[in-house]
C-alpha cells in the first residue's frame, strides 16, 4: 500500500484546509485508515481515522467538532477537513492505512503503512 499526502500550507487562525491522501496498491486490504500528527519536540499523536467497513469515525478530543474525516472508497482517497485552525494545529500531517491479518493459533497482526507527510503551518 502506497499513500501519498496533499493539501498542507500556510493558513491564519480561523481558516479552513483540506488535507487529501490518496491510496494506491493493495488497497482492498486496508481494514482502517487515519490522519495522524507530529508537532517539533511532540510525539506523533492521532487525529482521526475512519473505518473501511462501516465508516465509523473517532476523533482526537483536540479536534472534535473542527475536523471531519472521510473517505471515497470508489477513488481510493481519505480527506480530513479542518476548520477553525489555531496555531496550535501546526504539524506535518500522515495519512496512515492499516490492514490486519489473521494467522492460525489466533495469531492476529497489524501493518501499518505511512505517508512523507504534509506540513500544515497556522499562523496567529
Known amino acids: 500500500v502506497q499513500l501519498v499526502e496533499s493539501g498542507g500550507g500556510l493558513v491564519q487562525a480561523g481558516g479552513s484546509l483540506r488535507l487529501s491522501c490518496a491510496a494506491s496498491?493493495?488497497?482492498?486490504?486496508?481494514?482502517?485508515m487515519g490522519w495522524y500528527r507530529q508537532a517539533p519536540g511532540k510525539q506523533r499523536e492521532l487525529v482521526a481515522s475512519?473505518?473501511?467497513?462501516?465508516?465509523?469515525?473517532d476523533y482526537a478530543d483536540s479536534v472534535k467538532g473542527r475536523f471531519t474525516i472521510s473517505r471515497d472508497n470508489a477513488k481510493n482517497m481519505m480527506y480530513l477537513h479542518m476548520n477553525s485552525l489555531k496555531p496550535e494545529d501546526t504539524a506535518v500531517y500522515y495519512c496512515?492505512?492499516?490492514?490486519?491479518?489473521?494467522?492460525?493459533?489466533?495469531?492476529?497482526?497489524?501493518?501499518?503503512?505511512w505517508g512523507r507527510g504534509t506540513q500544515v503551518t497556522v499562523s496567529s
Open positions: 496512515n492505512a492499516r490492514s490486519r491479518r489473521y494467522y492460525p493459533d489466533y495469531d492476529v497482526r497489524d501493518y501499518d503503512y
Open positions: 496498491g493493495s488497497t482492498f486490504t486496508i481494514d482502517l
Open positions: 475512519i473505518t473501511s467497513g462501516d465508516g465509523s469515525t
